[in-house]
């Protein structure tokens, strides 16, 4: 699960903006989204990652995802650096 792609990540950027910014700064291998973060936020982070062709992965929740990355909020994306 992507959840675990999360855990096992040793450089990861949490957070749209900081994701959009390493995607045009090729560093990013993969970039994970949560499926229940509103539309207006994530869209700029899915637009980059498939403009550039860079993976995308759909996880369930926010909540789960921020936890994966080891903070206390919910996690909107995540990018997995190279």
Known sequence: M???KVLQAHKKIVGTKQSVKALINNEVKEIIIANDADDRI???????????????TKVSSMKELGKACEIDVGAAAVAIIQ
């Open 42 to 56: 994530t869209q700029k982070v899915i637009q980059t990652a498939e403009e550039l062709k860079i993976p995308l």
């Open 2 to 4: 992507s959840y675990e």
